[in-house]
């Protein structure tokens, strides 16, 4: 914490008038920035591969703004971003590598230092004509023309972000445009991911999304087999807790089949941990097929500890195998 920092270290390297609990103010506004900046910026290289069918590299692309920006600092600098209009600009003048931005950036330098009073001699609608063209080339409108052919969703966020940007900013659209995708992508995942139970009607349904269950017929009495296909997070935990509070009779054994579940987050690991808690005495819980990511998050938090490792199984058919083991157990009792 700042307030920790030693005596003398809080005026170190920073300019006169600037503080850290006035940098602590501002650190909200810094987080916004970045965020804009790194948004803006691979936005500009997407525009730039569709122009020349190249590919960036997002990786490197952050992590040299983000050291170009914190370096600019020291020199009384402030954040920049890739510029879509200026790299489709150099784009269409034949550009082919990143040595154009540099000169790009020096040929500004000339202009600020000794060619300023000349630029007032260009005309406006000059200038208007070239960002117009521009526009026009970074727009792609046969792409736009297939988003409105594809799911309405899509289409409507990028009219409603194109909205934004002429009415308000491009900080305002972004920020919307990326909570309402985020908010769409949550839905479309909670749609394909399945539940299914292994009882008469179902494995149809079952099969149609790509989860091998086993017969009803093979499947011993007493018996219940749960699948789900897709991601078990808080998107479909309301609908998991729902299916298993609508069994009926609780089975002596119960198989959770996690063969299609690639990541549990923390509301579907609580829903996990209530449906253990509730589940009647006598009831024998088993694991079967759990991907090697929800292992991992299983363990952290313990729920296959409760379960125990004698009951974690790498297939199905090695759990059908143990359940018939334990109901043979329960008849001899």
């Known amino acids: 914490r700042f307030g920790t920092l030693p005596t003398g270290f809080h005026d170190f390297a920073l300019p006169q008038g600037v503080t850290f609990e006035r940098i602590r103010e501002l650190f909200p506004d810094a987080l916004t920035i970045a965020l804009l900046a790194g ?5 500009a290289c997407v525009v730039a591969d569709s122009m020349t069918g190249d590919r960036h590299n997002s990786n490197m692309e952050l992590i040299s703004q983000g050291i170009g920006n914190v370096a600019s600092v020291f020199f009384g600098g402030f954040a920049a971003t890739g510029a879509i209009a200026r790299t489709a600009t150099n784009v269409r003048a034949g550009a082919h590598s990143s040595i154009s931005a540099i000169v790009h950036s020096l040929f500004l330098v000339v202009v600020v230092m000794w060619l300023l009073p000349l630029t007032e001699y260009i005309p406006l609608a000059a200038l208007a004509a070239v960002l117009g063209m521009v526009a026009y080339d970074m727009s792609d409108l046969r ?15 990028m009219i409603l972000t194109f909205a934004l940007t002429v009415i308000f900013d491009l900080t305002v659209a972004v920020y919307t445009g990326v909570m309402l995708a985020s908010l769409l992508f949550m839905r479309r995942m909670s749609e394909l991911t399945g539940i299914h139970t292994c009882v008469s009607g179902e494995e149809e349904e079952a099969a149609a999304h790509d989860i091998p269950l086993p017969d009803e017929e093979t499947v011993p009495d007493g018996v219940e087999i749960f699948a789900i296909n897709g ?13 298993l509070d609508a069994m009926e009779t609780p089975p002596k054994v119960f198989i959770m089949y996690l063969h299609n579940t690639p990541a549990i987050d923390m509301t579907g690991i609580h829903a996990l941990e209530a449906f253990l808690e509730r589940r009647q005495e006598g009831c024998r819980v088993l694991f079967a097929a759990v991907q090697e990511p929800a292992r991992r998050t299983l363990q952290r938090v313990g729920i296959l500890r409760a379960v125990g490792e004698e009951n974690i ?10 359940a018939e083991e334990i109901l043979e157990e329960e008849k001899r009792k």
């Open 39 to 43: 948004i803006e910026s691979l936005l």
């Open 143 to 157: 792409t736009v023309r297939h988003i409105f052919q594809g799911p309405k969703s899509d289409w409507s966020v």
């Open 231 to 243: 991601p078990l997070f808080f998107g479909v935990a309301d609908r998991f807790q729902s299916t």
């Open 313 to 322: 199984y790498p297939s199905l058919d090695e759990a059908l195998l143990r």
